[in-house]
């Protein structure tokens, strides 16, 4: 290797992150189905995500006594989530519970913010969307 090629491969090396540092943050699907999880006080398991055409997320859930689907949309802003029902109004007024999410290393925290109210907090580890 010439002289000058070592310092530079040395400082890539360096300002490249590691593997257990370069863990992927949460993805937009897990936010809103912990979200959902979390306003409707339903097993987050239960939830099913997709990509909507309209650039939103798609959500369903099937109670399971009646195999009954439930649908919802989620969309983030900063770490806002802003859902509806489907069909339903988006919850984005300022009556509207407030639902915000915070990535804390493998940990995702949904709080939910009542207009009148404590704030109320539930953190799901990232080990609980991978079971199914």
């Known amino acids: 290797m010439p002289p000058l090629t070592r310092p530079i491969a ?5 300002a490249s992150p590691s ?7 949460f993805e937009a699907k897990a936010i809103c189905r912990a979200a959902m999880a979390a306003i409707t006080g339903r097993d987050l398991k239960l939830f099913q995500a997709a ?12 109670r399971p006594f009646d195999n009954f689907v439930w649908a919802y949309h989620c969309r983030l802003e900063g770490n806002r ?7 339903g109004r ?3 007024d ?7 999410f915070e990535v804390a290393g493998s940990q995702l925290r949904i709080t939910r913010t009542p207009v009148n109210g404590a704030a109320m ?12």
């Open 81 to 87: 989530v802003i859902w509806a029902d489907e069909p």
């Open 10 to 14: 040395f400082a890539i090396l360096l």
């Open 94 to 100: 300022a009556k509207d519970e407030k639902i915000s």
């Open 19 to 25: 593997a257990a540092l370069a863990e992927p943050a």
């Open 51 to 62: 990509d909507a055409p309209d650039g939103t997320i798609a959500l369903t859930y099937a």
């Open 121 to 132: 907090q539930e953190v799901f580890d990232r080990d609980k969307f991978l079971e199914r």
């Open 90 to 92: 988006w919850r984005q």
